[in-house]
């Protein structure tokens, strides 16, 4: 299985931007699908979940901002961010937790893709 993300870049300060990761290979069921974020010289931190069947989770400093989604016949998620500030420029990471097997429950993560909000 892999996870492939793209849609980084670089952004002025209020503007958008949109970001996909696609699973690939041998999945039986997704469980959740979300983003992380590293900033450099901090840890790597939670920005949105989506668990089947349960509702969108955010960070209180993206709640209103990002917008995390999933097309399951694609097995991709998205995240769309609106309002970018310079605080959240970082490497954004996608993560995955997959049925690959019988009774098989993985987490798998993406390459990271930069997000750059400067002018």
């Known amino acids: 299985v892999q996870l492939q993300a793209c849609g980084g870049g670089l952004v002025q300060p209020g503007g958008s931007l949109r970001l996909s990761c696609a699973a690939s290979?041998?999945?039986?069921?997704?469980?959740?699908m979300g983003w992380y974020r590293q900033a450099p010289g901090k840890q790597r931190e939670l920005v949105a979940t989506?668990?089947?069947?349960?509702?969108?989770s955010y960070a209180d400093f993206v709640k209103g901002r990002f917008t995390i989604s999933r097309d399951n016949a694609k097995n991709t998620v998205y995240l769309q961010m609106n309002g970018l500030r310079p605080e959240d420029t970082a490497v954004y990471y996608c993560?995955?937790?997959?049925?690959?097997?019988?009774?098989?429950?993985?987490?798998?993560w993406g390459q990271g893709t930069l997000v750059t909000v400067s002018s």
């Open positions: 989506l668990r089947t069947g349960v509702s969108p």
């Open positions: 993560h995955a937790e997959l049925i690959v097997g019988l009774n098989l429950r993985v987490d798998y």
């Open positions: 290979g041998t999945i039986f069921s997704i469980n959740a």
